[in-house]
């Protein structure tokens, strides 16, 4: 089985623009796996994108083959904190992913309805990293710039070395010879 890339959507309507963003198409939010070509100029990575938006058990064979696991939160919602701590016990079926996100749109929303020190603490306690997909407010920003961050960011793993030998992928090395 190809790896998986699990996303956990907080926020359903967050989660279908992520995957919009992702694939370039709109998909319906079914929790079946969605074949994605990670492309960057490294690497070819053939994946599975697996949607989650309800506390479901996970298929054992995309609990054993999650590469990642993204959590995505809408830092708008005063909630967040709970929302986070309610879906642990599912999120401990993907312990052992290599990569472990919660991702937010602007990590500067979340200080007017979480304080960004616990999100970080929280992030912390569990292992895994914050990532904010869009720049604040308060920094000019490109319309343009701002559909790719999210590609750019979650593509910007070095996926050759948690991916099995099955993985098509091009080495870093191999890229830069070929100049």
Known sequence: MKPSIVIAGLDQEFLGEILQELTGESKTIDNNPIEWTIDTKYYTADVHLCPVNTKMLVEESVANSAQMLIVLIDPVQINSRIKLDS??????????????????????????????????QWCTEHGYELLELE???????????????????????????????????SSMAEHEFER
């Open 87 to 120: 879906w642990l016990p599912f999120f401990s079926v993907l312990s052992d992913c290599e990569a472990k996100f919660v991702v937010a749109r602007s990590i500067s929303a979340i200080a007017e309805t979480i304080s960004k020190t616990d999100i970080k």
């Open 135 to 169: 720049k604040s407010a308060t920094s000019e920003t490109d319309d343009d710039d701002e559909d790719e961050n999210t590609h750019r960011n979650l593509s910007g793993r070095l996926w050759c070395t948690t991916f099995d030998a099955n993985t098509s992928c």
